[in-house]
Nanobody, 115 residues
Framework: QVQLVESGGGLVQAGGSLRLSCAAS????????MGWDRQAPGKQRELVAS???????NYADSVKGRFTISRDSAKNTVYLQMNSLKPEDTAVYYC?????????WGQGTQVTVSS
């Protein structure tokens, strides 16, 4: 089992920045990749960004150039730096951890971008 605890969401004006953090605990040795998904009201959950244990990153086209995912392996923590935020970035953001057997999600943190 892997436990994920997110922090850093909130309300920000368009053009502003937020940084999300996600701390993993439990069977972290089994984690192959971590990332962030988001789900806006009435929309499907979508991948925002991910990072493998080797450091390879992947981003949704809608956030490329604005969001940066990073990790601190010593702290088992992944970060999502979000710049130039837009109202369409408003969603609940979920931290994810992928293992060979299972995928895990955090409880989610709300990000609201006002216009």
């Amino acid at each position: 089992q892997v436990q994920l605890v997110e922090s850093g969401g909130g309300l920000v004006q368009a053009g502003g920045s937020l940084r999300l953090s996600c701390a993993a605990s439990g069977s972290v040795i089994n984690i192959n990749a971590m990332g962030w998904d988001r789900q806006a009201p009435g929309k499907q959950r979508e991948l925002v960004a991910s990072i493998t244990i080797g450091g390879s990153t992947n981003y949704a086209d809608s956030v490329k150039g604005r969001f940066t995912i990073s990790r601190d392996s010593a702290k088992n923590t992944v970060y999502l730096q979000m710049n130039s935020l837009k109202p369409e970035d408003t969603a609940v953001y979920y931290c994810t951890a992928d293992t060979i057997a299972y995928d895990f999600w955090g409880q989610g943190t709300q990000v609201t971008v006002s216009s």
